[in-house]
């Protein structure tokens, strides 16, 4: 169906931190050599959000650098036209023979030299958003990393900062309560194996820190296929992927995005456009994730 371009109002949202992001990321797992092509396409399709990591067992961030460049040199597209997101990964979730960084060095060089290695890859000198991609092993252990975060932070390289795959809302409390500068986004795998992390998002919405997901729709075949998202896409011509991108976001979370297809960028992105699920409808597909109550008891600032 026919919709109007996004406006700047819809597609983004303001963070704890005072940044705007977009209500919709287009992310680069998993992509490989594809990556510098579909990275072109999604920006042109709409996408003004960029998530990558410096962890070359999953992200070609070096790939989303040369994107970057073409989309400058070929389509007049600047670096500050955009949001990018990438991440410090520890040695255990690395490929022992592509690590980006001397795995030998003490954890704080680690994280310095993997952010160094970003700026190269990505072809600029600074980040939107740095974020630590999981919880090390002890919580000492990610309050130093979060320290050289801080530091990168009051040196101007980065404008925010956060977490992921951080399912345990003890851990996230911790966190928030030891660091200077508490997370602006906590970013998780939305599925029913973690509750759809009710207590992370209930902590999430207290400290008004904005909920990313990723995997959004390949781990919610029971929801896609469920009668109430039936309904939904009968009643307003919509695709169930449309659909359920429209209740997160209702939800207050900002999901990620993968499509290698054009079509779905495009048809995805429209979803900035749409109305919001009225009350019924929006209460049939949160009674499947266990949430009752009217509304999201969380509310996007818009810019």
Not at 25 to 32: E, H, L, N, P, V
Not at 99 to 112: E, F, G, K, N
Not at 183 to 203: E, H, S
Not at 267 to 284: A, G, I, Y
Request: aromatic content about 8%; glycine content about 6%; charged content about 25%.
């Amino acid at each position: 169906m026919a919709t109007p371009a996004p406006s700047r109002a819809t597609h983004f949202v303001v963070t704890n931190a005072g940044v705007s992001m977009p209500r919709m990321i287009y992310g680069t797992a998993w992509k490989k050599e594809r990556t510098t092509d579909l990275v072109i396409k999604a920006v042109l399709a709409g996408f003004k959000g960029i998530d990558t990591a410096c962890q070359p067992k999953h992200y070609r961030e070096d790939l989303v650098g040369e994107a970057l460049v073409r989309l400058q040199q070929e389509h007049g597209v600047k670096r500050e036209q955009l949001f990018l997101q990438t991440k410090f990964t520890s040695v255990d979730g690395q490929d022992p023979t592509t690590i980006p960084y001397d795995s030998r060095a003490p954890l704080p060089d680690q994280v310095r030299q993997s952010f160094a290695k970003s700026l190269h890859n990505l072809k600029t000198d600074y980040v939107d958003s740095l974020v630590l991609h999981s919880p090390m092993g002890s919580h000492g252990a990610t309050m130093t990393v979060w320290g050289v975060f801080e530091k990168l932070l009051a040196d101007g390289k980065v404008k925010q900062l956060g977490i992921s795959n951080c399912y345990d809302a003890q851990e996230l409390s911790r966190i928030i309560k030891d660091s200077k500068t508490k997370p602006a986004v906590v970013q998780n795998r939305f599925y029913d194996k973690t509750g759809y992390d009710k207590d992370v998002r209930a902590l999430c919405r207290e400290h008004n820190i904005i909920y990313q997901s990723f995997w959004t729709l390949t781990a919610n075949p029971n929801i896609l296929q469920s009668q109430a998202m039936k309904k939904i896409v009968k009643s307003r011509g919509w695709t169930p992927a449309q659909a359920f991108y429209r209740f997160v976001m209702q939800l207050g979370i900002v999901p990620l995005n993968g499509t290698t297809s054009q079509d779905h960028m495009r048809e995805d992105l429209q979803v900035l456009s749409f109305p919001e699920l009225d009350s019924l409808d929006f209460q049939s597909l949160k009674d499947i994730i266990g949430e009752s109550g009217d509304g999201t008891g969380f509310e996007l600032k818009k810019k």
